[in-house]
């Protein structure tokens, strides 16, 4: 193994700042790679690791060294430049800032390092830390082009409002107790029937589960059926938010390559050597990101793997309500009798995430288990709201919503192709957007993807690198533009900038 380099490096920069960013930076769909290495220095340099007047190495030998976009590296340097932790000499290098923690200053940069009022660093647990990397900042996301953000202005209030109000007012003093019975019985039963007939799940009221949305499902999940150190067959590229709940309980994370036909079962390691899975985690209405609808093959050829490894299938069916010109594609958990698939849906995407929402449909061997561990481990609650939504799918609103949504998307669709087309027309490639609500633009150098990721940052438009919804680097690099959340006008703005900032970098002109 490589040794950890001794400061200084011969031409006098922090040369152990490479090795430790090899170890601390870690890719995750939710945070740009700029972010976790402007933290990780800037921590640094809190901390005192990094003292005043030392040299940095350069922008070109840390992208060098650590696989990254040049332009990933000065965004992060340029930032703490810009805060007054680095500065530039001319013809020099970077340099740590000549800073005196007077106390004010101390705390003020304290208060954004998550350090508690004595200063010291909340000791947090390699778990913790490795979460803390694959999680965001928090920061307010931009409408255009954030993935997985429904059309909040187009919303029903004023109906959603009055049902919840009634319920509230209803609401019986139970209902304000501790709860264990899996979820108010109305709500189970509206969706065991919107399941059976629109997803084509093999479901009785009973079966359903309802979870504070699918990340707290794929967490009881992930509890309940591994242990540490469990394989879990993860898709490649995948779910930033899944690959972060099998990481907190510790599974050993196996990426199984998508292609056009969903996860390659084929390409699974298998053989003796290799232990099998525990669980395998799909998306195979509309694969996340990629957007590809698995093949009745794979969905067969998955089925006899979880079968033949007495694995668990984790069916993640985050936003199979929004097909363009297309059935809905059946879910896989209906395909055939008791398979070993747990089904798992979300109201955050048909409603909205803010209700956090979500449900299990579990095999009968599992029902009782996950209910009362369930009510353990994470508590029920929230039955007014659970009520209100019963009623709204039981008289129709919720399918109308769909219906209307699905125009809606259609139309945010159609509207950044449009916007997109100069772009078009010169190579930039598209996914075929028969599904959901982002797109996938396909770049040809990694290069391309950080520079726009960095100069999408001040337009005020979040552009989401494809290359870090993968798991092992360096991925493939391109766009992920979700439009469903954006209003014309916005993506019109966001989608022309993308156009002709793309034009610009790849030196075609539209
Ligand atoms: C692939 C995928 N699954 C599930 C979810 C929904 O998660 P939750 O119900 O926790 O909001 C999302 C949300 O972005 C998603 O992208």
Same mark, same amino acid.
């Given at each position: 193994m490589r040794g950890l380099r001794v400061e200084p490096a011969p031409n006098g920069h922090a040369g152990w700042v490479i090795d430790a960013l090899g170890i601390v930076l870690t890719r995750s769909p939710e945070t740009p790679l700029t972010q976790h290495l402007y933290r990780a220095l800037r921590g640094w340099v809190q901390e005192g690791r990094l003292v005043n007047g030392q040299q940095l190495p350069s922008s070109r030998l840390l992208a060098r060294e650590l696989g990254l976009g040049r332009n990933t590296v000065i965004a992060a340097f340029d930032q703490l430049i810009a805060e007054g932790f680095l500065e530039t000499r001319h013809g020099a290098g970077t340099f740590v800032a000549d800073l005196t923690f007077g106390e004010l200053a101390a705390e003020a940069c304290n208060a954004g390092s998550g350090r508690n009022q004595t200063g010291a660093l909340p000791a947090l647990s390699r778990r913790g830390e490795q979460l803390l990397l694959r999680s965001g900042t928090g920061a307010g996301r931009h409408p255009a082009f954030a993935p997985g953000v429904p059309a909040l202005d187009r919303f029903p209030r004023e109906i959603w409002q009055r049902l919840l109000r009634r319920h509230v007012q209803r #609401?019986?003093? +139970?209902?304000m107790d501790y709860q264990t019975q899996g979820g108010v019985p109305a709500l189970r039963e509206a969706l065991s029937d919107y399941l059976r007939l629109s997803r084509s799940v093999r479901c009785r009221p009973e079966q359903v589960l309802v979870v504070q949305g699918a990340q707290q499902g794929f967490e009881l999940i992930a509890r309940m059926l591994g242990d540490s150190g469990d394989r879990v067959w993860i898709e490649e590229p995948g779910y930033g938010g899944a690959q972060a709940c099998f990481a907190s309980a510790g599974f050993e994370m196996v990426p199984v390559p998508v292609d056009d036909e969903g #996860?390659?079962? +084929?390409?699974a390691p298998h053989g003796k050597a290799q232990a099998a899975p525990r669980l395998i985690y799909v998306t195979p209405s509309h694969q996340y990101p990629s957007g590809v609808t698995m093949s009745l093959a794979r969905r067969l050829a998955l089925l006899e793997a979880a079968e033949r490894h007495d694995a668990w299938v984790i069916e993640d069916d985050y936003d199979s309500e929004f097909r363009y010109g297309q059935r809905p594609i059946a879910a896989l958990?209906?395909?055939?009798?008791?398979?070993r698939v747990i089904y798992v849906g979300t109201l955050s995407k048909v409603m909205y995430p803010g209700m956090r929402l979500g449900y299990l449909v579990l095999p009968e061997s599992l029902i009782e288990p996950f209910r009362r561990v369930n009510a353990r481990l994470h508590r029920e609650g929230q039955y007014a709201v659970q009520a209100a939504l019963a009623e709204f799918i039981s008289c129709g609103q919720f399918s109308r919503h769909i219906s209307r949504m699905r125009e809606c998307y259609r139309g945010r669709q159609a509207r950044l192709r449009e916007a997109l087309a100069p772009a078009v027309a010169q190579g930039l490639r598209l996914s075929e957007g028969l599904a959901g609500m982002h797109l996938v633009a396909w770049l040809d150098r990694h290069e391309d993807e950080s520079a726009l990721v960095a100069a999408a940052e001040p337009q005020g438009i979040g552009l989401s690198p494809?290359?870090?919804?993968?798991?092992?680097?360096?991925?493939r690099p391109g766009l992920v533009l979700g439009?469903?959340?954006?209003?014309d006008t916005e993506i019109e703005r966001a989608g022309s900038w993308l156009a002709n900032e793309w034009l610009k970098l790849t030196g075609r002109t539209g």
């Open positions: #609401m019986p003093s +139970a209902w #996860m390659d079962i +084929a390409a958990q209906g395909l055939v009798a008791d398979p494809l290359s870090h919804y993968y798991l092992q680097p360096p991925g439009y469903a959340g954006a209003d």
